[in-house]
């Protein structure tokens, strides 16, 4: 990395390593921390010492480590709303999958721009994604300039990018070759579920996760229906059947595990495997409250995720630590259940474990420079005794003022410094457009098929 001068930003709260420090001072040079301390113990003389240093005091607001979001589906974006209020296999065959059918590559990458966007504008600095044409996500994140796993979805039928099982596979095995030194992208595995795969799938994607020491993704759990799917499919249910393929262990994220048994649960935590979280997701589509607190207490590393903007409707990480500290306190009816802490390690320090990042998602000396500043002179933040607490049950995404990966500062309040947003929402209009008339056509077909038809 290019030698960049030393940024010293300070603002009222700092979210350290340590925890909250108010009037804290954090130094960053050559896009890593170099260290966090409060801002008295910063020599008067230190800015002038350094004359090519930046200071730059952020006022009444709290700088805190990125928020990392472990399970998106970018490029549902433009899906947002078309498919409100229905059940989840419902929702995917009538609602997400007729018209992702009808998804252009430029489409894909207009989504995840979209998503990007929304993701920076709210804190986010790294996210894990799962879906076709990842390549065009890959060039959306580089241009944005965020961190994150991407992965190309494996199903065990045909889709837009592969023909075979074995074409998934090596779909797969190119992009991890193609991505396995870039400072920002990774890629890993993602099997789509138990159900939509075939075994081989699991298997061999589970070891090509070893040979590039990559995380392991599939959607697990998530429903009672995906269970007795599977159950009809393998006579196990999910969590037993993976494990009898020897596809459970530290680098398994099973996405949702909402519908799982107490010893499913000890069989998680046992294998070492990691969940994510998604719970507005979970609770749009009433799959189900995952036994979150439970995962925790077994041990289980649990990370955060939004899922896509179509079932969700916001990428919004704020809602999803609000939603997963109040949905686990209704779940054990037990108010000191998950506390704003554990909410917010949730969104990054187990967010960066979940996806084996080669950093902590803290503010710790030596972790890269990936943090976003919480705006607290609004009035819904004022007074602020404890910021964890505010960013856990009072801010939302849109109180985010900056956001900066890797050193380098991508949104400034309401700039985004790496995209042209006039233009991306030209495009998102015109994308609009075009998926009302795919819309038309589809309803029209619809029609057509259930007229009956004439009979001599
Ligand atoms: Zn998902």
Redesign the pocket.
Known sequence: MNHTPPLFLTARWVIGPDGPMENGCVHIEDGRILGVCPRHEVPATLFEDAPNAEHRDLGEACIMPGLINA?C?APMAILRGVADDMELLTWLEKGVWPLEKEFTREMTFLGAMLACAEMIASGITCFAD?YVWSGEIARAVEAVGLRAVLSEGLLGFPTRTYGSVEESLALCRSFMEEFKNHPLIRFAPAPHTAFTTVSKQLVESYAMAGEFDAPWLI?AAETASENARVQELHGQRTIPFLDSLGCLGERSVL?HAVDLTDEEIEIIAARGAKVVHCPRSNWKLASGMAPVHGLAEAGVTVALGT??AASNNTLDIFGEMRAAALGAKVREMDPTALHAPQALAMATQNGAATLRLPFSGTLAPGQPADLCVLNLAAPHLQPCHDPVSHAVYAAQGSDVCLTMVAGHVIYDHGAFLTLDYPALLDAGQEIAAHMREIMDRQERQRCEDARPQDSD
Do not use: K
Request: no cysteine; glycine share 14%; proline share 0%.
């Open positions: 399970h589906h799962m959607h996405v899922d896509g």
